[in-house]
């Protein structure tokens, strides 16, 4: 992540205009409301995109597609077959 931060930070060609920040939040336990709810509060402070959680995704997913907002994941053991997100 800081390497991908630091990449766009010093590149003046990758997102011109715009400014990139991170904010690592802990998800919490696996299984739990608590991403969703880290999420919400990441969402109401202005984020604009996702990227993780680093399990499980299918809930966040779902949350991320009804807020319309851009979601990377790296890790999903679950197949999703679904043209919206």
Not at 20 to 47: C, D, H, Y
Request: charged share 15%.
């Amino acid at each position: 992540m800081a390497f991908a931060k630091l990449t766009v930070w010093h590149s003046r060609s990758l997102l011109p205009g715009y400014r990139l920040t991170f904010r690592p939040e802990n998800a919490g336990p696996v299984g739990t409301s608590s991403a969703i709810r880290k999420m919400t509060a990441l969402w109401q402070s202005g984020v604009s995109a996702f990227i993780g959680p680093d399990e499980n995704c299918y809930a966040e997913a779902l949350v991320a597609d009804a807020w319309n907002l851009p979601m990377i994941t790296y890790v999903s053991a679950r197949p999703i077959n679904n043209p919206s997100y």
